[in-house]
């Protein structure tokens, strides 16, 4: 009875990256079919270590127990292969055969199958375990706290900065005085038309 403290974590299995979980099963399948099943125990051994389930300590046991049969058969045979009988050379071959096949698909099936379960790996700055829960007092707290209106603080009032310049404003700008030129210049064009329509009446009189 752990009362209101925190519950206690249970260790949780890290998952390898995918590259290295690929390598690892190449490698131990590899040597599996090149030792024509002797080193069948290797991958049978990952997997109970791995996975830490007592059937998988119990099919390593087996396995070792048949390539101990084996290899005491393949010592057995004679060196000539003419003095081999054909039941013999037969039966010698289902045997590693079954080990090959049996051995290695249940390897693959039962590792992948075992990481599929632990999920995905976390990414990169995630906590890798979830935080312990709080006691009672602490959530009763927590709880209370949320449904607490929050009251608004009154900032403080900030006094001027006495030594920084007061800003001055922006003088006018002087209106264009395009607007009086053009004036001026429309004063000198009417005067001269005047001037021409005095001459030809003059022009005309005499």
């Known amino acids: ?9 249970q260790p949780t299995t890290s998952r390898p ?4 979980l690929t390598t690892v099963r190449v490698i131990l399948v590899a040597l599996t079919v090149l030792s024509c099943g002797l080193l069948g125990w290797a991958p049978m051994l990952r997997l109970a270590i791995v996975t830490r389930r007592p059937r998988d300590w119990f099919l390593l ?7 101990v049969g084996l290899f005491a058969l393949i010592m057995a045979t004679p060196d000539d292969p ?6 013999a050379a037969l039966f010698m071959m289902l045997w590693i055969l079954g080990l090959l096949a049996g051995v290695i698909t249940y390897y693959l099936y039962a590792e992948i199958r075992h990481y599929n379960t632990l999920g995905t790996p976390a990414p990169y700055g995630a906590p890798a375990h979830p935080a312990p829960p709080l006691p009672y ?14 009251q608004h603080q009154p900032q403080p ?9 007061p800003a001055t404003p922006p003088t006018p700008k002087p209106a264009p005085q395009r607007l009086d030129q053009v004036r001026a210049e429309l004063d000198e064009l009417s005067d001269y038309l005047r001037q021409e329509n005095k001459d030809s009446r003059d022009g005309e009189g005499r």
């Open 157 to 165: 009032h900030q006094p001027p900065n006495p030594y920084t310049a």
């Open 1 to 9: 009875m752990h009362g209101y403290g925190p519950m206690p974590q």
């Open 61 to 67: 046991v087996v396995v070792i127990a048949l390539n």
């Open 137 to 150: 007092q602490q959530q009763h707290l927590a709880r209370h706290q949320q449904h607490q209106p929050r």
């Open 82 to 87: 003419d003095q081999m009988s054909d039941a």
């Open 17 to 20: 990256s995918p590259a290295t």
